[in-house]
């Protein structure tokens, strides 16, 4: 099986990138990570380079957001347990703690030497597109493009989701939410396209129930190389 290789029909996958970096042996800092958070990550990340290609990355951006987006949350090695995963209302500091997490991934990143466009869009992965987000309230099109693609991927998985204080939502729900908030948190041409997207075919092959066992996951992720 040759990696580096792939059809026209398997460039379409999700997991293309994922095929041809192996995230695991190429950034180990992913194992610093808990279980769910890595599996977010993933999971994002194939989310993440399907809404690029439509929007027309491919390449080396097409690898750059395909990396960022693994690695957006990295920071969260950094943010102490009982914060992270703490159920019910976060106090101030708990808050603003978690609010660094991207600040921390960037400079995780840099101290590595990642590529600074990598760097950048993890920064700014829970910027909003009115300004209102974090860490540096960055707004429009002043927020980078590959950050506004990482920021719908993360919240359409943080959606589909259980977390320790509250139930997943429904896919069509959570296309709704991003459908009603165009504009305001997200990047109204990326978010008409993802629900477009997801309308015309389903995000098949990326495992979106957070409670897939990790075997499935690597199953899955199995499944889709050997048909190289
Ligand atoms: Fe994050």
């Known amino acids: 099986m040759n990696l580096q290789t792939s059809t026209p029909e398997l460039d379409q996958s999700p997991w293309g990138a994922w095929r041809q970096s ?64 703490k159920g019910g209302v976060l106090n101030d500091h708990e808050k603003a703690m978690i609010q ?19 760097v950048e869009a993890v920064r700014h992965h829970h910027e909003r597109f009115d300004g209102r987000g974090y860490p540096d309230g960055l707004s429009g099109n002043r927020i980078p493009l590959l950050s506004r693609i990482i920021a719908l991927a993360d919240s359409f998985d943080a959606m589909t989701s259980h977390r320790p ?18 504009g305001d948190q997200f990047d109204p041409m990326l978010a008409e396209l993802f629900v477009a997207l997801f309308d015309e075919r389903p995000l098949e092959g990326i495992p979106c129930d957070p409670h897939v066992p990790h075997r499935d996951l690597m199953h899955s992720v199995r499944v889709h190389r050997e048909a190289c």
Not at 25 to 40: A, E, I, K, S
Not at 108 to 116: H, K
Not at 170 to 179: C, D, K, M, R, T
Request: charged share 25%; aromatic share 6%.
């Open 22 to 85: 192996d995230p695991f042996r190429r950034y180990p800092v992913m194992w610093l990570l808990d279980g769910n958070t890595r599996l977010h990550s993933i999971r994002v990340m194939g989310i993440a380079v399907r809404i690029g290609r439509a929007a027309g990355l491919e390449g080396p951006r097409l690898e750059t957001l395909s990396t960022a987006a693994l690695l957006h949350d990295v920071g969260k090695v950094k943010v102490p347990e009982g914060v992270l995963l």
């Open 100 to 118: 660094r997490h991207p600040v921390h991934s960037a400079e995780i990143l840099s101290s590595e030497g990642f590529d600074p466009e990598v």
């Open 165 to 182: 204080y509250r139930r997943a939502m429904g896919v069509s729900q959570a296309l709704g939410e991003i459908w009603h908030h165009r």
